[in-house]
């Protein structure tokens, strides 16, 4: 595994940058927020991790710049700040996971194997039709007909793995580890209130949905 770490705090960065070492993954290491996206577009990382406050510009915003720019590797967020309104800002600004300082070296390792698992996973497929719908993964654009419908990276992502199962139930659990890490802070309600936007800009006017909600269980895609 490839990791970028950014860390501006010189024994913090030494530190983690010799734990992952020691457990076989290599770093690159800098200390500059400002060289996040020069780092991470120039390099290919199995996961960036990330610190929020950096000299330059912050991580957090290292991250949405890149998540806008369409960066699909897997993005930690490492921070002090243990808010519920900051863990939400991290994650909307395209953050796949979420560590509060301090931490035990062994659950950032942890969290670095899972990121590293789904960062692996390979897309079978870049276009899939759905319905009236067509969503192409490389481009990250999901069209009715010739009408680009404008969804958030979060909402994307969501979409995307329901219709990876179409006509499958995703439990909310599995959309909840794909998508933030079952580690995070995330709620079932928040994985709600995504589905409800999502719904929301598929309107199709007949009052009918594409995505089902599966009461106690998660949620289906049908193409009709």
Known sequence: MRVLLAEDD?????LTKYMMEQNGIQ??????GDEIVEYANYDDYDVLVLDWMM?????????????????EKAILILTARDDVADRVTGLDAGADDYLVKPFEFAELLARLRALGRRSSQKIQQDVVK???????????VLKKKDQVIQLSPREFQIFDLLAQNLGIV???????DRIWGLESEVSSNNIDSYVKLIRKKLDLGDGSTMIQTIRGVGYKLEAE
Request: hydrophobic share 35%; charged share 35%; glycine share 10%.
């Open 130 to 140: 759905v319905g009236d719908f067509t969503l192409n993964r490389t481009a990250k």
């Open 170 to 176: 995703v439990p909310r659990e599995i959309i909840l």
């Open 10 to 14: 010189a024994r913090l960065g030494k």
């Open 55 to 71: 000299p330059g510009e912050s991580g957090v915003d290292a991250c949405k710049r890149l998540r806008e720019n369409g960066y």
């Open 27 to 32: 770093v690159e290491w800098v200390k500059r």
